[in-house]
C-alpha cells in the first residue's frame, strides 16, 4: 500500500520536475550538507562536552541553552531538505536498505535526546561543571555514535548495490521489501 | 600544462586501488563526510561567537584554543580522506569547475583560518572590535561554505 503511495508521489509534477531538473536536485543536496554542518557540528560539540572531551570550562546547561536553538533551526532545515530529497526520489527511496537504516537511527536518536532531557538532564544544575555522571556519557556517546551512523547511511542511500531493480538476496529483499516485478531487466 | 600531471595520479596504484573497488569510494567518502560534521561544528561555534551568537557568555579566545584540536585534527581526516578520493577521478577533477573551484577556496580558508582568524579569535576579548570580528567572522563562513558547496558539486559534476 505504502508503495502504491510512493509510486503516485513519484509521478506528481513536481517530484518529476524536481528529478529532472538539472540544478534543483543538486542545490538541495547542498544544502542538507550545508545544514549537517549547523546541526551535526552542534550536536557532536554538545556530545563531546557530556563526554567530558571539550569545552570543560563551559556550563552544561549553557551549552545546551546557546546552541540548541541552532541545533533546532540546523533540524528543521535538515528535514526541510530530506523531505524535497526523499519526494524527489520517492519509491526508490522507500525501497532503499540504507534508507530504512536511516529511518530506525534517527527514531533511536530522537529517544536518545528525550531520554537525555527527560532523564539526568534534569539534575544538571548539581553537575554543571563537573566531571558529567555517567548517564551524561553514555548519552553523549550513544548520540555520537547515532549521528555518525545517520550520516554514513544518508550518504549511501545514492547507490544502488541493493535496488529492487537488480535481484537481490531474500534477506536485502526482506528488508528492502523488494518484489520479484521490481526487477529492472535494463538495469545490470 | 597540469593535465599529465592529473593523468599520472588518476594511473596510480591508489587511483587504480579505489575505482577497482565496489565500496572503497564510497567508505573513504563516508570519512570525509564525518570530518566534515566535526570541522563543521569546531568552525561554526567560533564564528557564530564572533559574530555574537551561540555561546556568548564565554571568551572568545578559550572557546577558540579549546576546538582548535579539533579544527587541525579534522583538516587532517579531510585532507587524509580527501587525496584518495581525488587520486580515483583525477581526471574529472581536472575537467571540473566545483573542484577548482573548492580547491581555491580551500587555500584562502586554509590561509585565512591559520593566520588572521586564528590571531583575532585567540586575542584577548576587547583587543578587536565587535565590527572586526565579525568580518572575520562572515569571511570565515563564506570561505568554508565554498569550500563545502564545491566539494559536494563535484560529484554532481562530469
Same mark, same amino acid.
Given at each position: 500500500m505504502v508503495h502504491a503511495a510512493m509510486a503516485w508521489l513519484a509521478d506528481t509534477r513536481w517530484s518529476i520536475a524536481l528529478h529532472e531538473s538539472q540544478y534543483a536536485y543538486a542545490i538541495v543536496e547542498s544544502i542538507h550538507v550545508w545544514a549537517l554542518c549547523l546541526f551535526v557540528g552542534f550536536a557532536v560539540l554538545l556530545d563531546l562536552r557530556l563526554v567530558g572531551?571539550?569545552?570543560?570550562?563551559?556550563?552544561v546547561s549553557q551549552m545546551v541553552r546557546r546552541l540548541l536553538p541552532w541545533t533546532k533551526v540546523g533540524f528543521v532545515v535538515m528535514v526541510v531538505s530530506g523531505v524535497v530529497l526523499y519526494y524527489a526520489i520517492p519509491l526508490r527511496t522507500y525501497h532503499n536498505v540504507f534508507f530504512r537504516l536511516k529511518a530506525v537511527l534517527l527514531i533511536l536518536a530522537g529517544l536518545n535526546v528525550f531520554l537525555f532531557h527527560r532523564g539526568i538532564y534534569l539534575s544538571?544544575?548539581?553537575?554543571?561543571?563537573?566531571?558529567?555522571p555517567r548517564p551524561a556519557k553514555v548519552a553523549g556517546l550513544c548520540s555520537l555514535v547515532l549521528w555518525a551512523a545517520i550520516v554514513v547511511s544518508g550518504r549511501m542511500?545514492?547507490?544502488?548495490?541493493?535496488?529492487?531493480?537488480k535481484p537481490q538476496s531474500a534477506g536485502i529483499s526482506l528488508m528492502a521489501g523488494c518484489t520479484p516485478d521490481m526487477i529492472d531487466p535494463y538495469s545490470q | 600544462m597540469l593535465l599529465p600531471l592529473f593523468q599520472t595520479l588518476e594511473a596510480s596504484a591508489i587511483g587504480e586501488a579505489i575505482r577497482n573497488s565496489l565500496w572503497l569510494f564510497p567508505a573513504i567518502e563516508a570519512c570525509h563526510l564525518l570530518g566534515l560534521a566535526v570541522i563543521g561544528g569546531a568552525i561554526l561555534v567560533v564564528d557564530f561567537r564572533l559574530l @555574537?551568537? @551561540?555561546? &556568548? @557568555?564565554?571568551s572568545v579566545s578559550r572557546l577558540a584554543r579549546s576546538v582548535q584540536p579539533w579544527v587541525v585534527g579534522s583538516v587532517a581526516v579531510m585532507i587524509a580522506s580527501g587525496v584518495p578520493l581525488f587520486l580515483a577521478e583525477a581526471i574529472k577533477c581536472y575537467y571540473s569547475f566545483a573542484f577548482w573551484t573548492k580547491m581555491t577556496a580551500l587555500l584562502f580558508a586554509l590561509g585565512f583560518t591559520f593566520t588572521v582568524r586564528r590571531s583575532v579569535s585567540l586575542a584577548?576579548? @576587547? &583587543?578587536?572590535t565587535p565590527a572586526w570580528n565579525k568580518a572575520v567572522a562572515l569571511i570565515s563562513l563564506a570561505l568554508w561554505s565554498t569550500v563545502g558547496w564545491g566539494g559536494r558539486w563535484i560529484g554532481f559534476s562530469g
Open positions: 572531551a571539550i569545552f570543560r570550562d563551559v556550563p544538571v544544575a548539581r553537575w554543571d561543571l563537573d566531571p558529567p542511500i545514492a547507490y544502488n548495490w541493493f535496488d529492487c531493480a | @555574537g551568537l @551561540g555561546l &556568548r @557568555g564565554h584577548p576579548d @576587547g &583587543r578587536f
